[in-house]
């Protein structure tokens, strides 16, 4: 099994907290490396804060069940999986300069179908324009709420603790955002109709409920349809389903500097 130090690891974005099938709360975690390109880390516990714009180093090895290109995870990650967080190391964070200088230097795609051609599974790229945001209902909601109470002491869930662990499926809706990219878009409909997974979305509606203020409001705070910011979209695939691409991040930033 391949094994390697990751040392320049910039986050780009985790999911919201899923439930792998022996029960771990995990989340996926997203990034790029100078060295290696695109990176997924997946999984990594609900105390691993690998917090977005963050440098970090860290052990990894190839997991056999994810022949993607992008996905390592994190060295004895089922072994040490309540301690694995101690193996994720800080080394720096992004200023505001870096964070676009980053962004306007990794490739971009022109639509989802060059990722899916060129057969990645991570990719940025430029959405041209936000047709609707909007919700459907989950299929597979589970309103039961796991057990087991988590500590934190840094991150977005610093406020909350200890909580209850909330996973995608125990809320009811999915959010979903129609968009065009820059194109020439492959699909026959023209545009791309996106399931944001962001683990800052999830967290609003975990600290704030689902109501219909609540709902509206969480597009307001993106600024998704705000023109005076520039928008990155970090979208992803599914290791099972490797034409369905998710919204992971949306990198956003008021338009100060020249890109």
């Excluded at 999984?43 to 997991?63: F, Q």
């Excluded at 791309?192 to 597009?219: A, D, P």
Aim: net charge positive; hydrophobic share 35%.
């Amino acid at each position: 099994m391949e094994e390697r130090i990751l040392k320049d690891l910039i986050v780009l974005g985790r999911a919201a907290p899923d439930e792998m099938k022996d029960g771990r709360q995990a989340v996926c975690v997203g990034g790029w490396s100078d060295e290696l390109g695109f990176i997924r880390l997946y999984p990594a516990n609900i105390h691993t804060t690998l917090n977005r714009w963050k440098i970090i180093e860290v052990p990894v090895e190839r997991n056999p069940k994810d022949v993607r290109e992008e996905s390592w995870k994190i060295e004895g990650s089922k072994m040490d999986w309540s301690q694995i967080h101690h193996k994720v190391t800080t080394v720096g964070e992004l200023t505001r300069t870096e964070k676009i200088e980053l962004l306007n230097k990794i490739p971009k795609v022109n639509c989802i179908e060059d990722l899916n051609d060129s057969q990645k599974s991570l990719g940025i790229i430029i959405p041209k324009e936000i047709i609707s945001c909007e919700y459907e209902e989950r299929k597979k909601y589970d309103p039961r709420i796991q057990t087991k109470l988590y500590m934190f002491t840094e991150g977005p869930m610093l406020k909350d603790n200890p909580f209850l662990v909330k996973t995608k499926k125990n809320y009811p809706m999915i959010p979903i955002i129609k968009w065009k990219c820059p194109g020439p878009c492959k699909l026959k409909q023209g545009y791309h109709k996106s399931q944001v997974i962001m683990l800052e979305v999830y967290e609003w509606f975990r600290k704030h409920g689902v109501s219909e203020e609540t709902k509206r409001k969480l597009w307001d705070n993106l600024r998704i349809c705000d023109d005076e910011y520039d928008k990155w979209f970090f979208v992803g695939n599914q290791n099972n389903y490797r034409r369905s691409f998710l919204l992971i991040s949306i990198l956003r930033f008021k338009r100060k500097l020249k890109r």
